[in-house]
Each structure stands twice: as structure tokens, then as C-alpha cells.
T-cell receptor
């Protein structure tokens, strides 16, 4: 199987919360990341969490980490149309290498 | 503006052509990367240059040839590609060696179509 796995699609109504899930395999990963890719653009770092944390909150974003189950999630509160994008989960493999998932395409409907 | 630029943004080439993709980073980083993005597949790391030295080559076919003349520029030379090589090619850079935190900054990508 893939090192980092995510569901491919998520549809959410505007104003609702979105939850994007990710599982990873490397228990030695010290940092885990969420990147966002808007149409026609490269990936942009959205947020990250250090592995000794369970949760990190940044405005509308909440990252939850379950290190025992190697499960990472990103919750977006009050989802807006501008949140429509592809979201990538990634884990650190070394000082310079990241391993990415396939990305979850989030579609926000009115 | 992410500080990483890529040219061209779109490229259509035949299987016998030779072309090059260019990436430039204006962030003072010491590591640069080439990724291949195909629909519904994980982002594939192709090459890594750390302080201009190639430190990673993930079993990439020899029809892809990277070049890193300095820490700000990265090229991907393409020769006799196959239709399955059609994808979005992303360049990224980072400041490697800062603990294990590795924020990579991406360019907008080159959309490559091989006919």
C-alpha cells in the first residue's frame, strides 16, 4: 500500500465543517503537514503539527494527531467557497524529504 | 508569489522531441526538488538536490535528466518521452537541515503533454 493514504474526494456545504483524514506509516515522522493546492497553482503549506502534539488550532483550522493509530485529520470550520482545493497530507522522512498522499479534492457547494 | 518560478507553464511535445523545464527559486534555499503529479496518485518525488548535489533519484527513467548548476536553478531535461509521462511537473525548494522541519515551497508547475 501507499505510505500516506487519503480519501480522494469530499463534498461539503458552505458554512459546514470539513474533515479530511489521512493515515501514514512512518512512526518516526516528527512533523506532519497539510498542504493546499488551488487550481493552476503549486502546493502551499497550510499548517503542520509536531509529533509530540495531539492537536493544533490555527483560526478556522484544527489538526488532530493520533500517533498510536498513525492518523492525522484536518478540520476546516465554516467552510467557504475559497476552501475548494486539493489538500495533501505529508510526513517528514528526513531533513529534506517529504512523503505525500494523493490529495483530497474538496468541493464546497452553496 | 511563492518565490519559486517555473517555465514554461504548459508544454506539448512529441515523443522524439528534446525539451527542458526550468525552475528558479528566490528564497535562498539550499535544497531543490522535482515532483511528478498525476491525477489520483500520490505526489511522486523524482529528484532531490541538496547543496547542488543530487541526493535522491527515485528510479526515474533516464529519459528524464536533472541539472542543478547552482542552488537557485534547477532544470529537467526531457528526451524521447512517452505519453504516460504526461503530468504536472512541480519544482520545490526548502532550507534543509533545520531540525526535521521541512517546509517546501512549490512553483506553479509545468503541465506537460506528450503526444
Amino acid at each position: 500500500g501507499e505510505d500516506v493514504e487519503q480519501s480522494l474526494f469530499l463534498s461539503v456545504r458552505e458554512g459546514d465543517s470539513s474533515v479530511i483524514n489521512c493515515t501514514y506509516t512512518d512512526s518516526s515522522s516528527t512533523y506532519l503537514y497539510w498542504y493546499k493546492q488551488e487550481p493552476g497553482a503549486g502546493l502551499q503549506l497550510l499548517t503542520y503539527i509536531f509529533s509530540n502534539m495531539d492537536m493544533k488550532q490555527d483560526q478556522r483550522l484544527t489538526v488532530l494527531l493520533n500517533k498510536k493509530d498513525k492518523h492525522l485529520s484536518l478540520r476546516i470550520a465554516d467552510t467557504q467557497t475559497g476552501d475548494s482545493a486539493i489538500y495533501f497530507c505529508a510526513e517528514s522522512r528526513s531533513d529534506y524529504k517529504l512523503s505525500f498522499g494523493a490529495g483530497t479534492t474538496v468541493t464546497v457547494r452553496a | 508569489e511563492t518565490g519559486v518560478t517555473q517555465t514554461p507553464r504548459h508544454l506539448v511535445m512529441g515523443m522524439t522531441n528534446k525539451k527542458s523545464l526550468k525552475c528558479e527559486q528566490h528564497l535562498g534555499h539550499n535544497a531543490m526538488y522535482w515532483y511528478k503529479q498525476s491525477a489520483k496518485k500520490p505526489l511522486e518525488l523524482m529528484f532531490v538536490y541538496n547543496f547542488k548535489e543530487q541526493t535522491e533519484n527515485n528510479s526515474v527513467p533516464s529519459r528524464f535528466s536533472p541539472e542543478c548548476p547552482n542552488s537557485s536553478h534547477l532544470f529537467l531535461h526531457l528526451h524521447t518521452l512517452q505519453p504516460e509521462d504526461s503530468a504536472l511537473y512541480l519544482c520545490a525548494s526548502s532550507q534543509a537541515g533545520s531540525g526535521r522541519y521541512n517546509e517546501q515551497f512549490f512553483g506553479p508547475g509545468t503541465r506537460l503533454t506528450v503526444l
